[in-house]
Structures are given as structure tokens and as C-alpha cells.
């Protein structure tokens, strides 16, 4: 039995192979220009390898967060407005419910605190921010940005300068807190996608 049913999807697949081949072009599209892809080709990996020269500190980034629209949509403090917050309140008690768009971001889970790496916030607001205007910030402004929240949230100090090098040597609060899962012990449920 097992013979037949090889040869016949062994036929399917020179017949499927055979239509794609005599298939028709339609004259839609075309080939991307290296330009365009290396617009597109922006992600920056956890070492920072991929990071542009430029430099910014937490002073600069403070004018920008507020001349660029982000106090805008995430609060001049960086909470409390409709917009995931940046910078933790302290003072107050999370309430994963309040004031928050989908995926609910707050305090101790903004990505500035939660992010093992620092070069994914520069990674984030460099390709995704200010909403709606993406992709209009220079280097020196994404490093700015980046300084300014990593400052206000109390990892980095206010007169450090960020750049190709130090961003990617900032130790993240987090950095080790996405490891594997707790050893399991017996009797306990298991975790899903844990052996
Ligand atoms: C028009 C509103 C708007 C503006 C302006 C804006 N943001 Fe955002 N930002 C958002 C929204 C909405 C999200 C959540 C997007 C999501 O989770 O899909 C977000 C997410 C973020 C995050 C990730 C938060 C996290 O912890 O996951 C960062 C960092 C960020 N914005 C920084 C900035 C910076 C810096 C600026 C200014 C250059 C800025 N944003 C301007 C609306 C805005």
C-alpha cells in the first residue's frame, strides 16, 4: 500500500511543479532596489552590532521626548496617558488595568525596566516611534530618546553618553530575568513548552 501512495504524491508533485513553471506572469511588482532594502533593513540585534554612529544623552532626550510628540501620547511624566508608560511611577502602585492600550504596558514592565537588552528600546522607538511619523528620527535622536527613558527609570546615570559602545554594555535590570523557567519539582504541573 505504501508504494502506491509515494508514487501517487510523487505525481501530484511534478504536476504542481509543472503548472508554477507554466504559469502565467501578470507584470505586477517588481524587484526591490538595494536602497529599498537596506531602508527596510534596520533591526539591531541584542549586541548593538548593527547600531549607526551617533550619540545622545538624557538631557537632550528630555527636549526631544517633549518637541517630538511623545509627551503627547505618553504623558509628560511618562504615565498616565493612553500610550504605554516609559517611566515608572514609583509612587504608585501598578494597576495593570489603567490608562493603557493593548499590550498592556506599566511600570515595572516598561520595556526600558523589562528589556534584557537596552539596544531594543533603541531598536523600538528607532523603527516604530513617534506613532504615526516612524522612521523620522536621526540616530542622535533615537540615542537621545533611548538615554532619557533608561535615565528616568533609573538605569542609567543623566550625564552618560550613549552611543554604538555604550549602549549595548548597559546592564538591564532585567537582563537575566528571561532565563529558563524554575527547575519543576514533583507533583507540580508542568510548564507548557517545558519538558
Ligand atoms: C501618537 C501617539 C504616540 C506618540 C506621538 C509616541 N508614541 Fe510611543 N507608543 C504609542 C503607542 C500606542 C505604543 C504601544 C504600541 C504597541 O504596543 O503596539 C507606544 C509604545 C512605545 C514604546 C514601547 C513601550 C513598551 O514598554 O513596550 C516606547 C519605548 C515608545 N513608545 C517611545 C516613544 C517615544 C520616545 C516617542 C517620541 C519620539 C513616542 N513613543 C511617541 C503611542 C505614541
Given at each position: 500500500m505504501a508504494l502506491p501512495r509515494l508514487s501517487l504524491s510523487a505525481a501530484v508533485l511534478v504536476m504542481c511543479q509543472t503548472a508554477w513553471t507554466q504559469s502565467p506572469t501578470y507584470g505586477l511588482g517588481r524587484s526591490p532596489s538595494s536602497e529599498e532594502i537596506r531602508k527596510w533593513d534596520i533591526a539591531i540585534s541584542p549586541t548593538g552590532k548593527e547600531l549607526p554612529e551617533g550619540q545622545g544623552t538624557a538631557k537632550e532626550g528630555e527636549l526631544l521626548y517633549r518637541s517630538k510628540g511623545c509627551a503627547g501620547c505618553?504623558?509628560?511624566?511618562?504615565?498616565?496617558?493612553?500610550?504605554?508608560?516609559?517611566?515608572?511611577?514609583?509612587d504608585v502602585k501598578p494597576n495593570?488595568?489603567?490608562?493603557?492600550?493593548?499590550?498592556c504596558v506599566n511600570d515595572a514592565n516598561s520595556m526600558s525596566l523589562?528589556?534584557?537588552?537596552?539596544t531594543t528600546l533603541w531598536d523600538y522607538i528607532n523603527r516604530g516611534m513617534p506613532l504615526g511619523k516612524e522612521?523620522?528620527?536621526t540616530p542622535n535622536e533615537v540615542y537621545a530618546l533611548t538615554a532619557f527613558l533608561l535615565y528616568k527609570n533609573d538605569?542609567?546615570?543623566?550625564d552618560e553618553v550613549m552611543d554604538k559602545q555604550s549602549l549595548p554594555k548597559v546592564k538591564m535590570p532585567?537582563?537575566?530575568?528571561?532565563?529558563?523557567?524554575?527547575a519543576w519539582k514533583h507533583g507540580e504541573p508542568r510548564l507548557q513548552g517545558y519538558p
Open positions: 505618553h504623558g509628560a511624566t511618562g504615565s498616565g496617558m493612553h500610550a504605554p508608560t516609559l517611566i515608572s511611577r514609583k495593570p488595568a489603567a490608562f493603557c492600550l493593548a499590550p523589562h528589556s534584557p537588552f537596552a522612521g523620522s528620527l538605569v542609567i546615570k543623566e532585567n537582563r537575566d530575568g528571561f532565563g529558563l523557567p524554575p
